[in-house]
């Protein structure tokens, strides 16, 4: 392998992370001003006079319609189809929510103020959707929805590491783990007074958590080694500056767009509805939550589905289609500790064991609670299983390369084999193991050897070079 292929392999995530940082963060919050914000005026004689002053100030920055009166103008903003409602006159009143950002509103009572007539008295603005106090800048829900966000993400992470769990038990994980954050969460947002005590945020801050970290569970066996890349740069990249820390009407429209399907920019929607809106524009948010929960769901059922089929063409001797895909792997995790299985063969649903076999007596009998040691190539020991009834074992999470397979049994003489791992294949590595007869020789001496933990066992002699293979 070239050393610029290296090179490329080694860079690669870092590089697209901080390209992504620097094409998404900077555009979308460096200078935020209004986009096609929605506004109505309460006169359709004042519209065309509104509409001209703001186009000249902020050319598509504002999407001005009339409305017959002054209470639908109010009622526009409190249901949600709207950032402000003006209503002209000789006490003209601009009607905002501080709920939807203080530099929206600030940006909005600056530009009416102008809009009034010399002849009116001063603008009134009245603040429709006051946050609490201790949010004076509305921002608060995106930075707790922040929290749930992103370890979304690291559960499924950490879940690629747990090679014995089926997917049934990683979603019950996923799910217990999303309750237990929401909670937590909202816990301390409202002991801290950040939020208002409404239970219906504990809701949504699940469907945050449970959709990031099904999706992205779905998403890993499809995307491989370029998951971490894939996965922060929905989750983090994206999804950060569009959450709502810059007021979403303030973002330009690419960026606007991207938070009307992004998971996090949907729960801080729904969250802003249901804590300061009385529940106006939810049901859009929670259905979006819910489209990429079952957009997982359906990953996770396609993976399972390519599993089995690839497990049924190894059975007839077909090569898999997926023999040289590479691993997944994230590099903010260690390499998967290999651990061992039930030696019952690979259900539907299951994680597919590296290595399996099966330990028999000199008679071909199934032998019991035979241990089976593999080692790499220095001599470490891997992992330690144990034969079942049926003298089957199985192993899964091993590294990739040639490995040292040792099956032992008091009384019997120990045998060895030697395999070579490579993805997409399950290895077989068969024993037979003869009892010791009054003549045979005693066992060979053992050997120290160093766990991964740094605990000393023992190891039989170097394997022949004529050793099975």
Not at 458 to 465: D, K, L, N, Q, S
């Given at each position: ?5 290296i090179l ?16 998404c ?7 935020p001003?209004p ?8 006169s ?12 000249r ?9 009339a ?7 109010r ?8 950032v ?5 006159g000789?006490?003209?009143?601009l ?9 929206l ?11 009034t ?6 603008l ?21 929805g ?14 690629l ?15 217990g783990?999303?309750?237990?954050f ?38 890993a ?7 971490p ?11 950060t ?5 810059a ?10 767009h ?7 920019g ?5 969250l802003?509805?249901?804590l ?25 059922g396609?993976?399972?589905?390519r599993?089995h ?12 289609d997926d023999a ?7 590099p ?6 290999p ?9 539907f649903g ?11 007596d000199?008679?071909?009998?199934p032998?019991r609670?035979?241990a ?7 001599g470490?020991q ?23 397979v040792v ?27 003869r ?11 053992a050997?120290?050897?160093r766990?991964?933990?740094g ?15």
């Amino acid at each position: 392998m070239s050393s610029v292929r290296i090179l490329a392999e080694t860079l690669w995530f870092p590089v697209a992370l901080f390209l992504g940082f620097l094409f998404c963060f900077a555009p979308a919050l460096h200078a935020p001003q209004p986009h096609h914000a929605k506004v109505v005026v309460a006169s359709r004689a004042q519209e065309a006079r509104v509409e001209t002053a703001l186009r000249r100030q902020y050319p598509g920055g504002f999407d001005v319609t009339a409305v017959p009166y002054a209470r639908s103008a109010r009622q526009a903003v409190l249901h949600r189809r709207a950032v402000a409602g003006y209503v002209g006159g000789r006490h003209p009143v601009l009607y905002v929510a501080r709920a939807n950002g203080t530099s929206l509103m600030q940006a909005l009572s600056k530009e009416f103020t102008g809009l009034t007539s010399a002849r009116s008295g001063p603008l009134a603005v009245t603040d429709v959707a006051p946050t609490v106090s201790k949010d004076m800048t509305g921002t608060t829900l995106a930075y707790l929805g922040t929290a749930w966000n992103i370890p979304g993400y690291l559960v499924a992470t950490t879940l690629l590491r747990a090679v014995t769990f089926s997917r049934r038990r990683k979603l019950l994980t996923i799910a217990g783990v999303a309750a237990l954050f929401a909670g937590l969460g909202d816990l301390v947002g409202v002991g801290l007074g950040y939020l208002p005590n409404d239970p219906a945020a504990l809701g949504i801050a699940f469907l945050l958590t449970t959709a990031v970290a099904t999706f992205c569970s779905g998403l890993a066996p499809f995307t491989r080694q370029f998951f971490p890349g894939v996965g922060m740069g929905l989750f983090i990249v994206l999804s950060t500056p569009t959450s709502g820390v810059a007021p979403v009407p303030m973002l330009p429209a690419f960026f606007q767009h991207v938070h009307h399907v992004m998971p996090l920019g949907n729960a801080v929607d729904a969250l802003r509805g249901v804590l300061y809106f009385h529940g106006a524009g939810v049901l859009g948010p929670v259905l979006v939550l819910c489209a990429w929960i079952t957009a997982g769901g359906g990953l996770l059922g396609l993976d399972a589905w390519r599993q089995h089929r690839a497990a049924a063409r190894r059975d007839t001797g077909a090569e898999s289609d997926d023999a040289a895909a590479p691993l997944v792997e994230d590099p903010s995790l260690e390499i998967a500790t290999p651990v061992a299985m039930p030696g019952r063969g690979h259900h539907f649903g299951e994680p597919v064991p590296s290595l399996v076999g099966t330990v028999r007596d000199g008679a071909l009998l199934p032998l019991r609670h035979v241990a089976v040691t593999v080692m790499d190539n220095s001599g470490r020991q891997l992992v330690r299983a144990a034969t079942n009834a049926r003298g089957e074992y199985a192993v899964a999470g091993l590294p990739l390369g040639d490995v040292t397979v040792v099956a032992s049994s008091p009384g019997r003489r120990p045998q060895v084999h030697r395999r070579l791992l490579e993805q997409g294949s399950v290895v077989r590595a068969d024993f037979t193991l003869r009892g010791r007869c009054g003549g045979d020789a005693p066992s060979p001496t053992a050997v120290p050897v160093r766990r991964a933990s740094g605990e000393l066992t023992a190891r039989h002699p170097p394997v022949p070079a004529d050793a099975d293979r």
